[in-house]
């Protein structure tokens, strides 16, 4: 049996709510946007609405389980030849060139205090993204001198202040080059090495 795809109009629908959020999250801030305002956006109905997500945190949601299917599939080329000795995350390139796509999205949230929701959920789709990598890194004998959960943790609030800093200067420097400043702080702070 295959996997049938959504229909359409569905899709079409959904689409229209999601873009409608973030337009609105660049112009208001997430906090102050209603569900009328979304509706009124995407130009469709209450019910239709409401038969598609809960509430406008479900929407967000939907966006961000988006992003991390993206990033998944994507992580992948970045990700270093077994056989090479050569040890870093996959997630955080295209994380990057994501939000250097996107910069007024995520300037309207990042360190901002309307924010905060969402800022949560992106910092609990990393803690997933990197905890999955986490997993295949620590298997490298010598990355292992650190608990997985203070690992991840650290790993996660080191590129979310980068990630901060790199938006709060409105990003002076190529993703490429926070890319390595984030391998070359974290890399040598989970292995443990003098």
């Given at each position: ?18 873009e ?81 796509s ?7 949230v ?11 959920h ?9 905890g ?63």
């Open positions: 049996m295959t996997d049938k795809k959504p229909d359409r109009r569905i899709q079409r629908t959904r689409l229209l709510l999601q409608a959020l973030l337009d609105l999250i660049i112009e208001k801030g997430y906090e102050d946007i209603t569900i009328q305002d979304i509706i009124d956006r995407a130009n469709i109905g209450r019910s239709t609405f409401y038969s598609h997500y809960a509430d406008k945190e479900m929407l967000l949601l939907s966006n961000i389980d988006q992003l991390r299917d993206l990033l998944k599939n994507q992580s992948r080329g970045y990700l270093p030849p077994p056989q090479s000795n050569e040890v870093r995350f996959g997630f955080s390139m295209p994380m990057l060139q994501h939000i250097q996107h910069r007024h999205i995520y300037s309207a990042a360190g901002k205090q309307s924010g905060m929701v969402v800022q949560y992106m910092k609990q789709m990393l803690f997933d993204l990197i999955e990598e986490i997993g295949r890194l620590l298997l490298d004998n010598r990355l292992s001198v650190i608990t997985r959960e203070l690992t991840l943790e650290f790993v996660v609030n080191t590129f979310w202040s980068l990630l901060t800093w790199w938006m709060d200067n409105k990003m002076p420097c190529s993703a490429e080059k926070i890319d390595d400043i984030f391998h070359k702080l974290t890399i040598h702070g989970i292995s443990g090495l003098d």
